[in-house]
């Protein structure tokens, strides 16, 4: 299967390892390409962005609601190989939401230099999360149980403002990203509710980050994640759950930037 792989070089490489940035549900690679892959461009990391199958530009787009969690793991495995391929070196791994669930489970299998976790599904699984919305939208939930199509958990510009965005994040801003969502598989969800991470199997060292005013996953999830794994955490203020698009990127960036320069990376 042919898997969308966006990829910018500096002028001069000055770190030896690659970024590979891993989106989450219902987005693709685009979500990097905003701000994050060209400022850690110019601090002179390579980086890339996977589409998931079905996802973005890549090919699978009319199964995607069969696909399964352990299928975007095969995803990432597929590219780190081949970006270890091109590059010589193993990447680092910064995995968004769903994508940090994908990124723990690879993470039992390959150890990589180094990995970032941002406003990722906790350690323990997605379940809280889909309790918390059942209770506050019944109805979405219900659509999301009859089609198994995880979209009608964003399928409104006012549910993805709250599921993904600060509440002063304009309403066009909003509207553009809304018209790049795209459905989701909820096997996939219920799979990272089902078959937990296994934080004990990961080698990795870790940074854990999360928002303040995420919708999504709670402090008190992202902390106990970063506790699973003995990682350092952040908690930003003023930011949501899409933290790579937010107003206020730039700082969440910066934190992996000094995380990554104490380690050498």
Known sequence: MQLELITHQPDTATHPN??????GAWHGAWC???FFMSYFVQQGYATFALSFRGHGKSEGRQTILRNLARHYVQDVAEVTAQIQQQTGALPIIVGHSLGGYVTQKFLEQQTLPA???MASIPSYGALPFFLRFMAHHPGAFFRVMLTFNGYHLIGTPALTHEGFFSSNMPADTVQTYFTRMIPESFLAGLEASLNLPRPAQVKTPLLVLGGADDRVFTQGEVQRTARAYGAEVEIFPNTAHDMMLE???????????????ERGL
Request: no cysteine; charged share 20%.
């Open 18 to 23: 690659p970024i590979l940035f891993v989106h």
């Open 32 to 34: 990097w390409d905003e």
């Open 115 to 117: 990995a970032v976790l």
């Open 247 to 261: 107003k206020d990127w730039q700082p969440v960036a910066d934190r992996i930037i000094a995380w990554l320069g």
